[in-house]
């Protein structure tokens, strides 16, 4: 007597892969349940799913979490005192456009499009780690012009932090343009640019 296959084995950190391209692309509010059924593949029943996961909401949270882990690690330099403090804001911006940019995942970043994810009172806090990771990447451009200011290549009366969301918005702006098919060609030579501004505010000598 032929013996029966053994079933698929289910491969949960995949399935929680496809879910963060799911909620990347559409956000949390607009990803249905059976979006996310279809999308983990193997045609998963409801009970199977709260069984691996629990709900949507605790999905979601695995979901940015696994973006934060890989992709959002892009911006880290700008933690990285190794690193002269214009160089990392450069590395940060260049590395941020070009992850957005590349293809086989949806465009512009995660983060930065969570603001829009779950748009409602009612679902805001289940974008709190996204929240929180658009706070350090805003401290991180602060804390990389507060050191140009301590070397002393900003001048002391810098303003750090509008400083910092002359480079933190333009990051923004990358994910709204990326998603309108905007290339990275274009962003790289946005970058010369807008590091210019760092530039003017250098102390000469």
């Given at each position: 007597?032929a013996?029966?296959g053994r ?9 929680v892969?496809?879910a963060m391209?799911?909620f ?11 979006q996310l ?7 998963i ?5 709260y ?6 909401e ?8 696994c973006?934060?882990d890989?992709f959002?690690?892009v911006?880290?330099?700008?933690w990285?005192?190794?690193?002269a403090?214009?160089a ?7 590395q941020?456009?070009?992850?957005q ?9 995660m983060v930065?499009?969570?603001?829009m994810?779950?748009?409602?009172a009612?679902h805001?806090?289940?974008?709190a ?5 658009r706070?350090r990447?805003?401290a991180?451009?602060?804390?990389c012009?507060?050191?140009g200011m301590?070397?002393?290549?900003l ?9 910092a ?22 962003f ?6 807008i ?11």
């Amino acid at each position: 007597m032929a013996q029966m296959g053994r079933p698929r084995t289910f491969d949960r950190q995949a399935a929680v892969e496809q879910a963060m391209f799911l909620f990347w692309q559409q956000g949390y509010e607009s990803t249905s349940l059976s979006q996310l059924k279809a999308s983990l593949g193997g045609g998963i029943s409801a009970p199977s799913f709260y069984a691996a996961f629990g709900s949507k909401e605790a999905l979601f949270r695995e979901a940015a979490q696994c973006y934060l882990d890989t992709f959002a690690r892009v911006t880290e330099c700008l933690w990285d005192d190794g690193l002269a403090p214009r160089a990392a804001i450069e590395l940060a911006l260049r590395q941020s456009a070009s992850m957005q940019s590349e293809p086989g995942h949806p465009p512009g970043c995660m983060v930065a499009l969570g603001c829009m994810s779950a748009p409602t009172a009612e679902h805001a806090a289940v974008a709190a780690p996204l929240t929180a990771s658009r706070a350090r990447t805003r401290a991180g451009f602060v804390h990389c012009v507060e050191r140009g200011m301590a070397s002393g290549e900003l001048p002391a009366g810098t303003d750090a932090s509008a400083l910092a969301s002359v480079f933190d918005s333009f990051l923004s702006g990358v994910s709204i343009q990326a998603r309108d098919g905007v290339g990275y060609a274009v962003f790289d030579a946005a970058i010369t640019h807008i590091m210019r501004v760092w530039d003017a505010n250098r102390l000469t000598t």
